[in-house]
């Protein structure tokens, strides 16, 4: 995992005296943002409501916590008028490499001096977030709980990275059922904020989309108490499958693969998975539609096999990549399909060749973006007249395929000697 810096702290010097004089605080709320004016208003507002709804007795911070922005966002936050008793707002810009986990970094530490009890947090681009879902992930991590995750209701094309690889590895590896590990809103305890801020990540990639995958495995691998909350729909900035999510899927997948190296025995150990608790009722209304284009996705894939093909025929199954072969010389989009045990085939063979490699696994890992393209599509087809509980039922049935191949895994791990 790459380096590009060492950084003592994410805190810079303003916004550590204005903790310092706070002195203490029961909640703390992060809020990472980037270019986040149209919509952070609403998310502190919310935040805020939430914490004097339903802990109107306890002391609480909402740390906005930026990257830099160059448009209004922190002008925006900053303007947000806190007129709720024993509620202080922080609008900071974090130091540390770009990324969201450097934003995680800086209100970890601001948890950690004011002696926090519980940390939620919450994307600053957030459309459906309401006051109950403060409550929903908070009162958990107060009765006893180290980590929560969301539990969302997501428009059945949203999140495709973790609908075709995060959600069914952490799954399957690690034994726990978290259905959105990626999912951006979390809930820590004081125990866990600490426990993260003494591992030595925050120089590396994990520092930035990588942290919320980080932050579930950690979990996971840490033994800490963890649980779902139900949030309702999560309704965002829309993520169109077709979208470049190029940098999101090598920092988010790159983390995944980086951390099966480092975890293998544990990934050993793991003999069933586990369903974590759900607390809380869904609030909002219902996850929107959106369009989504199939054909620059099946483009990409075809344009990846002329490109790659041969990197492809080194690292897959040969089986499967006549399958591929068929898929890119096909002209038909009725009939696109990449298997489902093809492509966990394709994802196991790959994250052992990426914790072999060395020097090159990042370029690997480029040459997987199109199969992850190709398998996109093929859920579009799929789904496409599928309602939100049928496509569940999909995923769900997806999730078991990798799991009754995990084994596949596994030994080519325990032949990797130098994973």
């Known amino acids: 995992m790459s380096r590009t810096g060492r950084f003592s702290t994410a805190m810079r010097d303003y916004a550590r005296r204005q903790i310092e004089q706070l002195g203490n605080a029961d909640i703390v709320v ?21 914490l ?58 601001a948890a950690k001096y004011l002696q926090a009890s519980a940390v939620g947090l919450f994307d600053s681009d957030l459309k459906s977030i309401k006051p109950g879902w403060v409550r929903n992930i908070i009162d958990p991590v107060l009765n006893g709980y180290d980590f929560v995750a969301p539990d969302y209701s997501r428009y059945k094309f949203d999140g495709t990275i973790t609908n075709t690889i995060a959600y069914n590895l952490t799954r399957a590896l690690y034994g726990v059922n978290i259905r959105q590990p990626i999912g951006g809103d979390f809930g820590m305890s004081r125990v866990m904020v600490n426990h993260c801020l003494d591992q030595d990540v925050w120089d590396t990639d994990i520092a930035k989309f990588g942290v919320d995958i980080w932050l579930t495995i ?46 293998k025995t544990y990934l050993e150990k793991v003999k069933e998975t586990i369903n974590t608790p759900i607390f809380g009722e869904a609030i909002g209304e219902e996850p929107e539609a959106f369009e989504v284009n199939l054909e620059p996705l099946v483009q990409y894939f075809r344009i990846g096999f002329k490109n790659f093909g041969s990197v492809w025929a080194n690292i897959i199954e040969e089986k499967d990549y006549i399958t591929i072969k068929k898929l890119a010389k096909s002209r038909s989009l009725k009939k696109f399909n990449l298997p489902t045990e093809t492509w966990v085939r394709i994802v ?3 994250a052992e060749h ?9 370029k690997i890992l480029d040459t997987l973006i199109p199969l992850y393209n190709a398998r996109v599509a093929s859920l579009i087809m799929i789904l496409m007249e599928k ?27 325990k032949n990797n000697k130098d994973s």
């Open 354 to 362: 990426f914790c072999r490699a060395e020097r090159q696994r990042f």
């Open 218 to 263: 950690t979990a996971i691998t840490g033994g800490f108490r963890i649980c779902q909350a139900k949030l309702g729909a999560k309704i965002h900035g829309e993520k169109d499958p077709a979208a470049d999510l190029g940098p999101m899927f090598r920092e988010v997948v790159g983390t995944i693969f980086t951390l099966l190296g480092k975890n």
């Open 348 to 350: 196991y063979r790959y």
């Open 52 to 109: 004097d709804h339903f802990y109107p007795e306890k002391r609480s911070l909402i740390i906005v916590a930026d990257g830099g922005s160059t448009d209004d966002t922190r002008e925006v936050a900053q303007s947000v008028d806190n007129h709720h008793f024993n509620m202080d707002i922080l609008v900071t810009i974090y130091r540390g490499i770009p990324g969201k986990g450097s934003a995680f970094r800086a209100i970890f530490e």
């Open 30 to 50: 992060g809020i990472p943002s980037y270019y986040s004016d149209e919509s952070l208003d609403h998310v502190i507002r919310m935040v805020a409501e939430g």
């Open 387 to 413: 309602n939100h509980a049928e496509a569940e039922e999909f995923y769900d049935g997806q999730a078991q395929v990798f799991e009754s191949m995990r084994n596949y895994l596994i030994e080519l791990l």
